[in-house]
């Protein structure tokens, strides 16, 4: 076969890819028949447990075959990263049967939980900051966590980035 016509091939093979990929993101059901809605709730509960902030859920099955749904908070401590990932774990595995491996550390300032069609991003603020998931996926569909989300009413007296350890402000990750 000379090289025209194994690119042409290739192009066609690629086309007929795409064109799946096409069928399935245009067979996605309404957010509120999507089947993994329940595992985002829990997930935010979850985090919310562990005083996660800015929890954000994003559904994008409709722009990508990776994964269904991301899930994108954060934490100001690594203690606190590491508990929200724990509390995450256990509460899908013990609502939903679903286990998953901790990618990250909360040293990285990065921790991720791939569940397949939900992944978890549990961040630094400034790594969140730095890298941004949220803009990336901005045509995702936002879910509505108002309802399983606890308002936060005590306001915190230690204000700004005052509340750092001393070892945290020097750490890249977390000043």
């Not at 985002?40 to 994003?58: F, P, S």
């Amino acid at each position: 076969m000379n090289r025209s016509r194994k690119g042409q091939a290739q192009i066609e093979d690629f086309s007929k890819a795409m064109n799946k990929v096409k069928d399935f993101v245009e067979n996605v059901p309404p957010l509120a028949q999507d089947p993994g809605l329940g595992e985002i709730l829990t997930i935010a509960r979850a985090a919310d447990a562990r005083k996660a902030q800015n929890i954000n859920a994003l559904r994008v099955a409709q722009l990508t075959i990776v994964t269904n749904f991301m899930v994108v908070l954060e934490g100001t401590s690594r203690p606190q990263n590491q508990a929200i990932a724990a509390s995450i774990i256990e509460a899908m595995e013990e609502e939903h049967g679903r286990v998953t491996k901790q990618q990250g550390t909360p040293d990285s300032g990065w921790i991720l939980l791939d569940y397949g069609d939900i992944i978890i991003h549990i961040m630094t603020p400034k790594s969140r900051a730095y890298y941004d998931l949220e803009t990336f996926w901005r045509e995702g569909e936002r879910v509505d966590l108002s309802g399983v989300l606890v308002p936060n009413t005590v306001p915190s007296t230690r204000g700004g980035a005052s509340f750092l350890d001393e070892e945290d402000e020097e750490d890249p990750f977390w000043s």
